[in-house]
Nanobody
Framework: QVELVESGGGLVQAGGSLRLSCSAS????????MGWFRQAPGKGREFVAA????????RYTDSLKGRFTISRDNAKNMLYLESNNVEPEDTAVYYC?????????????????WGQGTQVTVSA
């Protein structure tokens, strides 16, 4: 089992930068493929990005590709999501999730562990 805690959310101006972190504890972090999802008010949870166990392979939802970057540091048990150009439409609660089997899945049902989420609000 792995426990996940997100941090780094808050209020950001449109066009500004964002760096979210996800700290993992418990089982060996490198055993899990990881993903970021987000949920805007009144909407379902949507896939943002995923990264393989080694960090070599990455996958992004098409609409966000180029604006967000996922990365991980297995030595520090950390997962990151960064953007250099956020938009008001990026306002959401952001969740990190761990996947025991496979990697890069866009479906929430394929992830085994979730963090509690961190709120990101982008002002126009």
């Amino acid at each position: 089992q792995v426990e996940l805690v997100e941090s780094g959310g808050g209020l950001v101006q449109a066009g500004g930068s964002l760096r979210l972190s996800c700290s993992a504890s418990g089982r060996t972090f490198s055993k899990y493929a990881m993903g970021w999802f987000r949920q805007a008010p009144g909407k379902g949870r949507e896939f943002v990005a995923a990264i393989s166990r080694s960090g070599v392979n990455k996958r992004y939802t098409d609409s966000l590709k180029g604006r967000f970057t996922i990365s991980r540091d297995n030595a520090k048990n950390m997962l990151y999501l960064e953007s250099n150009n956020v938009e008001p439409e990026d306002t959401a609660v952001y969740y990190c999730a761990a996947q025991e089997s496979g990697w890069g899945d866009t479906r929430t049902s394929e992830y085994d562990y979730w963090g509690q989420g961190t709120q990101v609000t982008v002002s126009a």
